[in-house]
């Protein structure tokens, strides 16, 4: 099992009690305690625009906490996403066929090409995070937004229908 999990600013959005990054933990801390009780070897792959760290695959209780602890703390010099880096890191150093879960929220291009590289050797299981504050922006009037990727800031007036419509389209 290997897990191909996103690292990039966006993971640091949350808007109730957790992170996007403590949810990818915990996914990754259950799915893998789970993959190593059936003998399997774990391992992780983390990405922003650049392949941050790769921890092989390896077996046993302290294995996984390292894998998790990488996942929770890991501290990304990226801030922008680029899946393809990770997906063509994993199709050529992982031989051996292998599930591999992809943990994102996917708001990324270009990987499309990488992903069906990836997808020929291995079986892919995506896993979309999305908080449930995007889904839906809130008629509040003006606000300031900020893309935690590109620290780029702008005006969204969220009292206008068609704005509210086309950000909602971007989670469907």
Request: charged share 30%.
């Amino acid at each position: 099992v290997v897990f191909l999990v996103d690292q990039s600013a966006s993971t640091r959005f949350g808007s109730k009690d957790r992170s996007r990054a403590e949810v990818q933990a915990e996914l990754v801390a259950t799915l893998a305690f789970s993959a190593i009780a059936n003998g399997d070897k774990v391992g992780c792959c983390l990405v922003t625009d650049r392949v941050e760290k790769w921890v092989p695959p390896g077996k046993g209780r302290s294995h996984v906490l390292r894998v998790v602890r990488e996942v929770l703390f890991g501290r990304p010099a990226g801030r922008k996403t680029s899946l393809a880096e990770g997906l063509e890191l994993i199709a050529r150093i992982q031989k051996r066929r292998s599930i591999v879960f992809v943990v994102s929220d996917f708001l990324d291009h270009g990987y499309e090409t990488a992903l069906a590289v990836a997808a020929r050797r291995h079986d892919l299981i995506p896993l979309v995070l999305i908080d449930p504050a995007e889904r839906e922006l809130p008629n509040v009037g003006l606000v300031e937004v900020e893309d935690l990727e590109t620290g780029v800031r702008r005006l969204v007036d969220t009292s206008d229908r068609a704005t509210r419509e086309a950000h909602a389209a971007r989670f469907h």
